[in-house]
Nanobody, 123 residues
Framework: QVQLVESGGGLVQAGGSLRLSCAAS????????MGWFRQAPGKEREFVAA????????VYADSVKGRFTISRDDAKNTVYLQMNSLKPEDSAVYYC????????????????WGQGTQVTVSS
């Protein structure tokens, strides 16, 4: 069992930056792939980024590539999402998720979810 708690969301102007954190409890965190997803009102949950176990591989949605960076600190059981050059269309509730094994861009492949943190980007 893994419990996830996101933090770091907030209100920022377009072009600004935020860093989201996701703290995990439970054993063997390093063996879990971690993902970030987002959901805006009236829209489906959207893949943002994922990182494999031990941080070997990362994958990003095209819409955030070059602006967002996912990373993990297994010693702290934490995964991060550094978001730069934010745009109003990045506004959403951001969720972190965990699954054992390989990373995936499909939210249905993830077993554990946090409660989400709101990111609002003003124009």
């Amino acid at each position: 069992q893994v419990q996830l708690v996101e933090s770091g969301g907030g209100l920022v102007q377009a072009g600004g930056s935020l860093r989201l954190s996701c703290a995990a409890s439970g054993r063997a965190f390093s063996t879990y792939a971690m993902g970030w997803f987002r959901q805006a009102p009236g829209k489906e949950r959207e893949f943002v980024a994922a990182i494999s176990w031990y941080g070997v591989d990362t994958v990003y949605a095209d819409s955030v590539k070059g602006r967002f960076t996912i990373s993990r600190d297994d010693a702290k059981n934490t995964v991060y999402l550094q978001m730069n050059s934010l745009k109003p269309e990045d506004s959403a509730v951001y969720y972190c998720a965990a699954r054992p094994g390989r990373d995936s861009s499909d939210y249905r492949q993830y077993d554990y979810w946090g409660q989400g943190t709101q990111v609002t980007v003003s124009s």
